[in-house]
Nanobody, 114 residues
Framework: QVQLEESGGGLVQPGGSLRLSCAASVNIFSTDTMGWYRQAPGKQRELVATLSSSGRINYADSVTGRFTFSRDDAKNTVYLQMNSLKPEDTAVYYC????????WGRGTQVTVSS
């Protein structure tokens, strides 16, 4: 069983920044994959970034160069630093982990609006 808790969402103006955090109940090294997904109103959930057990990070084309996925192994926490935010980044952001089964956090709302 893996529990994930996201934090850090909020309202930000276009061009601004936010940092999302995801605290895991297990050692990050024990997972096969961790990642961030997002779901905008009326749209399907989409991948934002993933971290494999080998340490490889993959980003969606839409966020490459603006978002950075990082980890703090001592805290069992992963982060998503989001810069140069755009209105189209508005969504509920979900933390994801795979360790045999798939686990999801409850999500945190990010709203980019002036």
């Amino acid at each position: 069983q893996v529990q994930l808790e996201e934090s850090g969402g909020g309202l930000v103006q276009p061009g601004g920044s936010l940092r999302l955090s995801c605290a895991a109940s297990v050692n990050i090294f024990s997972t096969d994959t961790m990642g961030w997904y997002r779901q905008a109103p009326g749209k399907q959930r989409e991948l934002v970034a993933t971290l494999s057990s080998s340490g490889r990070i993959n980003y969606a084309d839409s966020v490459t160069g603006r978002f950075t996925f990082s980890r703090d192994d001592a805290k069992n926490t992963v982060y998503l630093q989001m810069n140069s935010l755009k209105p189209e980044d508005t969504a509920v952001y979900y933390c994801f982990a795979r360790r045999i089964f798939d686990y999801w956090g409850r999500g945190t709302q990010v709203t980019v609006s002036s």
